[in-house]
């Protein structure tokens, strides 16, 4: 059973009565109950935990970590990032929400600003398939519409995505690369956009189905670590030049 | 007429008789050379010069950097590093060069450990062309023969290249992505493998066109930088439901 | 200097006043019109002429060959296509356009139906740049707006494109991938999705300055076709076994 | 229970003694018996069954098609080529080894010519693991070694490998790309180049598994096939001009 820790910054949810009616329980609370009901072991951590709920021992019996963060990327302290990232390089998967497109972890493993385009103003969303044989699609129809949801438009400042799940359509005239999967080390990446907090995004079925395929897509697989450094040879090298 | 600035960290043409037995003038004067040669306008920096040969100037004037690096990475201070960064991303080129691949600048900019198998016993390499229509493989036959080369060898931790320019095949039973393209916002990246400072790799005439093809490659396409952040609607929406 | 042969079918423009009043000296001589004004060297062919204008001459004298058609795709003999394709392989470039999705040419390449939603109501389309270090985005600002294009939308049944330049938002709800790089054999393909012939869209300067583009991208690599069949070895092969 | 079928032209096993005494039963039988003890629902077909026992029942019950063929590639009829083909598109994943890179359905998908650098002297290969996180490595090793098999060099004239899995050394000098995956319409593809007729390489564990990989990885994603054709709008469209 694949084992997927959820975290969340766990703010708005507290500090807004609007977010609060939306998500009572908190984003990952709402998130972790789906995954759970697709037969996954689904715990949750967040921010005002201690080292924000991700110590060595929770990130080494997680298989896949989901990340939902938005106003405190700055309060993530740069230890737990960096444990986070190795672990992701060594093989633990991440699928990033939304406004965790901003969050330290996915900056580092980007390289890049991770910035783009946003609007709030409620506006209606489209998400298209693109890549119909990719299993983050599996039972997905030829879009999911999401009647009200916050802009993320291009350019979105990332390395062009590996794999093109998704783009959204945006009634204000955007388009967004929306899912997007990216492989670092060992790891596997899925960034998938919709999930505003004002909105009962969370709620919807196909896009819990897309989480759940997107836990599923980033599995570790089960290989031993690459070994790297100095490497003796395995053919005889003929030396008839002297160094 | 392009302009390129080739950083050296300069330190084993200076510290060992044998290097600067290949390189007197540094290895980045021996690729200021040849880069001059093919008609562009190369100037060169160091690690031992203030900010590194790097300051605001140089890098505003610079369209693509050629770096090379090996022992003293650690060195580079992290405010130049991410100066070089923001520029990359503003659209500036960036040559990486053999052991480059460990230079702060590119782990960066790749997001993971950038780590290799390694072995330096002064073996033969071949590099293959797998894409023939890449302009970085123009002139070049359908290998090139290194008779010693530092040994790179897969796995090598970075991302999946965007377009694998070059495999390389070495006598001790190795292979190795050597040529490898990644875009990052607005700049464009060539790694390319080889070029062990023991070596006079930078004399051999078609790795001279390669990198001079891929400084070509990687020039600045010349559009405005995008815009990011609040963006106001660019089609009415129609706001049925409240906020 | 590059030269270039645009082919059309050239029909629309002699069976249809509408069209005809669009395009008077028909889609290719617009297309070569503002090539030549690029400083290339623009020829045009088209479907009634004897071997489709593309005589084995014609094509071995064409660095790069623009492609528009849409109702004759069958009328094109199996012979020509053979015969384009070919020259693809061996290094010539191709800028698909528009319709020409479906053409015969188009799809042996791409290998898939090359099918796709589409609409002709004269709505509004937003091009937007999603790969902005890309040489056929320079010039480009952010999008490209057309006031009426006939609407191409996703699932566009090709291969996943290996550089997404562009994506297109229309006003009626669709996405589609609008702008795609491929690499087959020795050559470089380029498909835009503008162009429909009941819209001035040929006449838009910024999407004559893709075109522009798209062909200076597309131009051949020189060297060498690759070499195929029974290798000699290279190095030396123990033979311990007996064969 | 995934459904397998194993597709072989069974040619050299019935004329050749040498390669009769490697694989007694037909390399389809020795791939279907170690697919079967894997847990699949493995069958087979071969060239000289009526419809070279690919009736479109046969193909509407396969999940995943393997291919195995060499000498008798023009024997298969266009018309079969043609039920593959739609099948793929549709969602039938496709694996194809060793000389079937040749076979008319790898042609026709890929668009290509499909040549390569060949030789058969019995030398040793080693495939080496370039893309550790990719499910089709799972289990194996940081390379594979082949004591014997036929040299398959670059350039391959493939479309670049959407996902590069393993890479080829070969003794004589030479490199392939070994492993690697395509997607076209709904179904994905995975060649892998192990597998000369004369050699046990179908015995070996850790190329079985990674067929077994190969065979889970390609398996169809359960959605609707996308609509194509004429589509209404979804979203409201101003007529201001009029058509």
């Known amino acids: 059973m694949v084992k997927v820790t959820v975290w969340n910054e766990y703010r708005h949810e507290r500090n807004d009565d609007k977010i609060a009616a939306v998500y009572p329980e908190g984003i990952h609370n709402q998130i972790a109950g789906f995954l759970k009901e697709a037969g996954m072991d689904a715990t949750t951590a967040t921010l005002d935990e201690p ?3 991700l110590t060595e021992e929770v990130l080494n019996n997680t298989d896949v ?4 963060g938005h106003i405190a990327h700055k309060e993530v302290s740069d230890e737990i990032v960096d444990r986070v990232h190795r672990r992701v390089l060594q093989g633990m998967g991440l699928v990033v929400l939304h406004s965790g497109h901003m969050s330290k972890i996915f ?3 980007m390289g890049t600003t991770c910035d783009l385009k946003w609007r709030d103003v409620g506006e209606k969303e489209r998400l298209w398939v693109m890549n119909p044989s990719h299993p983050i699609a599996e039972g997905i129809g030829e879009y999911i519409e ?9 350019h979105f400042d990332v390395p062009a995505p590996e794999e093109l799940i998704f783009v959204g359509w945006f009634e204000g005239g955007n388009v ?3 899912g997007c999967t990216y492989r670092r080390g060992n790891g596997k990446i899925f960034y998938f956009q919709p999930g505003h907090e004002a909105y009962p995004t969370y709620y919807h079925p196909e896009i819990q189905s897309v989480i759940v395929n997107g836990v599923q897509w980033a599995e570790p697989t089960k290989r031993a ?3 790297y450094g ?3 040879e395995l053919e005889t090298i003929k030396r008839e030049v002297l160094l």
Chains 1, 2, 3, 4 share one sequence.
Do not use: A, C
Not at 65 to 68: G, K, R, T, Y
Not at 146 to 154: P, S
């Open 51 to 53: 080292e924000h709920g």
């Open 230 to 232: 100095n490497s003796k």
């Open 225 to 227: 670590y690459p070994v």
């Open 176 to 178: 967004f690369p929306s």
């Open 65 to 68: 970590l989901v990340w939902w």
């Open 146 to 154: 999401l009647d009200q949801e916050e802009m993320y438009g291009t």
């Open 107 to 109: 900056m580092k493993l």
